[in-house]
């Protein structure tokens, strides 16, 4: 889960603070939710007034291809 924050933090565009229209700082990401569909928040603060602003990261769910999942086994009858 790491790696998808990271990898979430680098793509990221910093918001413009409404106030002061200036570009915000990062200032945190956290883990929202994982399951069904992992959302990140990311937290961003003005550096003049200090409006805080947060934008999510949300992932696509993942399939396990048809072919790849369990089955129950056949079960023997007794006769």
Request: aromatic share 6%.
């Given at each position: 889960?790491?790696?998808r924050?990271?990898?979430?933090?680098?793509?990221?565009?910093?918001?413009?603070?409404p106030d002061?229209?200036?570009?915000?700082?990062?200032?945190?990401?956290?883990?929202?939710?994982?399951?069904?569909?992992?959302?990140?928040?990311?937290?961003?603060?003005?550096?003049?007034?200090?409006?805080?602003a947060?934008?999510?990261?949300?992932f696509?769910?993942?399939?396990?291809?048809?072919?790849?999942?369990?089955?129950?086994?056949?079960?023997?009858?007794?006769?």
């Amino acid at each position: 889960m790491v790696d998808r924050i990271r990898s979430a933090a680098a793509q990221l565009e910093a918001p413009v603070c409404p106030d002061c229209h200036i570009e915000m700082k990062w200032f945190r990401s956290e883990l929202l939710a994982d399951e069904p569909t992992p959302i990140i928040a990311h937290l961003f603060v003005c550096p003049h007034c200090k409006r805080a602003a947060q934008t999510e990261t949300i992932f696509k769910a993942g399939k396990a291809p048809t072919d790849k999942l369990s089955t129950p086994r056949p079960t023997a009858s007794a006769a």
